[in-house]
């Protein structure tokens, strides 16, 4: 896993994964920006670019659902569901570009 974050901005990471996640879960994925925004990340991270494969964005769901079960404390099965379903449209998109 190294590898995939040898050259990274770890600052301009963050402000990225933080723009990304607000928009996963605070939008429809089929508004015009949105939806661009999931695409460019999607060619980003495509087997072009970064191969990011499709399946780690499974592990990063889990670990996203981990990060906000420990800082919530209203945390439930159905607080869970509710996230995992508001992020899969978009993740979806993102993976359909590999």
Not at 42 to 62: K, Q, T
Request: aromatic share 10%; glycine share 4%; charged share 30%.
């Amino acid at each position: 896993m190294a590898p995939l974050f040898a050259a990274t901005d770890f600052s301009k990471q963050r402000k990225l994964l933080r723009a990304s996640v607000y928009v996963l879960a605070t939008r429809d994925v089929e508004e015009p920006q949105a939806r661009e925004m999931l695409e460019r990340i999607g060619e980003s991270h495509g087997r072009a670019r970064r191969n990011i494969r499709p399946e780690l964005y499974e592990v990063w769901l889990d670990a996203l659902c981990q990060t906000v079960r420990w800082l919530d404390p209203t945390w439930s099965d159905e607080v869970e569901q509710a996230w995992r379903e508001k992020m899969r449209p978009g993740i979806d998109i993102i993976t359909s570009m590999y």
